[in-house]
């Protein structure tokens, strides 16, 4: 059984800057400023920008281009942090070995070290323009892909085309809008965890509802991964023709479903403000913790296995 655990904590930490590409609102005033300089591209039919991610508190940008080795459009991924005032790159530019235009879809975790990232024109072992997904972790400064390529189901599913990435990066999103799954571009969503480095599938494929849905053309996972958000554009009902929908899903097998582990947790000193000891009835496999202040901001996260004691610092 998995527990995430969710806390609010009085402790104000030191204020950092929030930044965000580009745009910033001042306060006081209806004004937006320019963070940095425009970042670029390398040369032409680029498409550099095409697809845009920032992590939790948008110092760190990832930043996607389709057309790189035009005309062959293999793709590639380029994650920047301001810093000093600069946007200064992040590791090595993420690049594709095969045409399939990776970076036409992409999504940073929290902390900016893992990024998603789709390719859905990939000519692969299931068909033209199958797609796949990779993911890439920032491992001292060198972008490593954990495990092997996520590939579409079929010919012309256009896996990839949206792809979303949960807060700590063990949970990805993938979308396919044009699976014929039922029916005709029907559509499909699917849930990967990373589990001991390889990806594994959890649940089956989320299906658009009928033909023509395209369903998945968006796709959202919410920060603790338990939640998704799916877009079928094309959908029919109830207010006619291509008025489209959104279906929200939750995993039971996160313990989405309400569950009330009042009983379960002791946790001391209470109040505290700075460390604390949470312990558990029961043993957990696999435990999350996210603290935050009261002002919303995430001030620690956790992974932890095998435990019925957690003792947080927050100092």
């Known amino acids: 059984m998995k527990l995430y655990i969710m806390m609010l904590t009085n402790s104000l930490k030191e204020t950092k800057n929030l930044f965000f590409i580009l745009l910033i609102p001042l306060l006081g005033n209806s004004q937006w400023n320019q963070i940095g300089s425009v970042i670029p591209s390398i040369s032409d039919n680029d498409a550099f920008g095409n697809s845009v991610s920032l992590n939790a508190d948008g110092s760190i940008i990832a930043v996607g281009s389709l057309s790189y080795d035009d005309p062959t459009e293999t793709g590639f991924v380029k994650v920047l942090h301001h810093t000093s005032g600069n946007w200064v790159q992040v590791g090595n530019d993420i690049h594709s070995v095969v045409d399939g235009e990776l970076g036409d879809s992409l999504s940073l975790s929290a902390d900016g070290t893992i990024v998603v990232i789709g390719a859905p024109h990939f000519y692969g072992s299931n068909g033209s323009n199958s797609g796949y997904t990779q993911v890439h972790q920032n491992i001292s400064g060198t972008w490593s892909q954990i495990s092997g390529d996520l590939e579409g189901e079929a010919t012309n599913d256009y896996s990839g085309w949206a792809v979303s990435i949960s807060a700590i990066g063990s949970r990805v999103a993938i979308e396919a809008g044009d699976n014929n799954g039922n029916g005709h571009a029907s559509g499909h969503v699917r849930v990967y965890d990373n589990i001991g480095n390889s990806w594994m599938q959890i649940g089956s494929d989320i299906d658009g509802e009928a033909a023509d849905n395209y369903s998945g053309t968006s796709v959202s996972l919410s920060d603790n991964s338990t939640i998704v958000a799916i877009g079928a554009p094309w959908n029919t009902s109830p207010n006619g023709a291509y008025s489209g929908h959104v279906r929200v899903y939750g995993d039971a097998l996160l313990s989405v479903t309400e569950t009330n ?5 002791s946790l001391f000193p209470n109040p505290s403000s700075n460390n604390a000891t949470i ?21 620690l996260n956790e992974i932890k296995h095998n435990i019925k ?3 947080l610092e927050t100092n």
Do not use: P, W
């Not at 582990?261 to 947790?265: A, E, G, R, W």
């Not at 312990?279 to 001030?299: A, C, L, R, W």
């Open 309 to 311: 004691e957690l003792t």
């Open 279 to 299: 312990q558990f009835k029961n043993t957990y496999d696999h435990i999350n913790v996210s603290v935050f202040d009261i002002q919303g901001k995430e001030i």
């Open 261 to 265: 582990f009042v009983n379960q947790i």
